[in-house]
């Protein structure tokens, strides 16, 4: 283990959405650089095929509390920091990882704490509505900003989501960006790809913007295939009609047919990194994305890009790739060198940088983007 490493580190994790990937594949990450982690659970149980995974990793120990985007009430959360901090002096823990800034608000623990904001609803309502959050909300605003301040470094997956929560909640020094990675293997050849366009993720949720894609798909010359659920655990939901909708899939029969499919669409309006398309991407999908800040950041020369609230855009560059295939053999090869580049070493290389310059700040200089 090298100096400045934390020997234990205690790491939040939901089973909702892709924070568990991201939490799984860093976690495998830093265990190989000789650090323990422990998973504390939160929101809804895992399956038992989640739990096995996590358990192949490190401890898992799931708590009987909520995640704050699925309560109203700001005193349901109100018991997560002595939890938290009991399995911190429980498990003889450096340092903490949390992947929800809120549950870092009131946290008393003696060792550094590293907040991860993957999203949140103050953003989620100015990327997807362009407004502040709703009165009835606002103790979400204030629980996340005073998350954000408590913690000693605040990561956040691109520079475009980076940007939109200093906007929110004002300039933060501690913020660093680190991208997120995938650890899905570049194949060792190009099969021949089908003639269907697929799109991944939580369909219920409006930031995903599935509506605009299903009314896309009846303009299309390929099928769009969606995959992913149309209920949200709080009853949000979206009805599709035009496309060949599979339902929500395990990673594995989701990748499969990334594997399959020729054109990858992602039309999500909000998207602080947006997992689903490098993992297409790296299985040679060509894409076709929404014009939104994250993804010109990641993808810029690598797809083609529709206006978010445009089905004739999206079904455009849909029957684009489908028609040129050279076009879609050209832009499949840059987005895969593309994504090269997000792999769970240097994802776990730079969060380790950061680590070190909590615990041994004369030793590692803060890692900056």
Known sequence: MQQGQPRKILMTLDAVGGVWRYALDLAAGLSAQGSEVVFAGLGPQPSADKRREAE???????????????????????????????????????LVHLNLPTQAADLRVDVPVVAVSHSCVVTWFAGVRRQDVPADWAWQKHLNAQGLRRADRVIAPSRAHADMLEACYGPMPQLTVVHNATRIAVPASSPNREPFALAAGRWWDDGKNGFVLDQAAASTNWPVVMAGP?????????????????????????????????????????EPFGLAPLEAARLGAALVLADIATYRELWDGAALFAEASDPHAFADAINRLAERPVLRADLSRRAREISRRFTPEVQAEQTSRIYASLLSPSLVPAAAE
């Open 56 to 94: 192949a990793i490190g401890d898992l120990v799931w708590l009987d509390a909520p995640l704050d985007w699925m309560v109203s009430d700001p005193q349901d959360l109100a018991g997560i920091p002595d939890l938290l901090s009991d399995l911190v002096s429980r498990h003889g823990v450096d």
């Open 230 to 270: 149309t209920i949200g655990p709080n009853g949000q939901s979206v009805t599709l009609a035009n496309v060949d909708h599979r339902g929500e899939l395990g990673h594995a029969a989701t990748m499969d047919l990334m594997r399959r499919a020729a054109i990858f669409v992602s039309p999500s309006v909000y």
